[in-house]
């Protein structure tokens, strides 16, 4: 059974930064495109950011130039690296193995993100 854990979430001012981490446990995960998405309270989860296993990057516009994926096979881990944080980034951060649109794990719990203005 694949286990997805998401930390480093948190509260943050406006401008400021976090850096999110999600660790998956009971799959193979470094031939997997990984993604981090996003559900802001009454809206839908969204990709915000994906990373293939070869570490080619896409963005949605929201975060391009301000957000950072990354990832680091050795230890099953993804990263979100959040930089001028903007009170609509104020969601639940997920993070999934991707193909195409779909994504192939169970969901974890997510890490909250508030973002004060």
């Known amino acids: 059974q694949v286990q997805l854990v998401e930390s480093g979430g948190g509260l943050v001012q406006a401008g400021g930064s976090l850096r999110l981490s999600c660790t998956a446990s009971?799959?193979?995960?470094?031939?997997?495109?990984m993604g981090w998405y996003r559900q802001a309270p009454g809206k839908q989860r969204e990709l915000v950011a994906d990373?293939?296993?070869?570490?080619?990057?896409y963005y949605a516009d929201s975060v391009k130039g301000r957000f950072t994926i990354s990832r680091e096979n050795a230890k099953k881990t993804v990263y979100l690296q959040m930089n001028s944080l903007k009170p609509e980034d104020t969601a639940v951060y997920y993070c999934?193995?991707?193909?195409?649109?779909?994504?192939?794990?169970?969901w974890g719990r997510g890490t909250r993100v508030t973002v004060s203005p």
């Open positions: 999934n193995a991707k193909y195409l649109s779909n994504t192939l794990w169970p």
């Open positions: 009971g799959s193979i995960f470094n031939n997997k495109a």
């Open positions: 990373i293939t296993s070869d570490g080619d990057t």
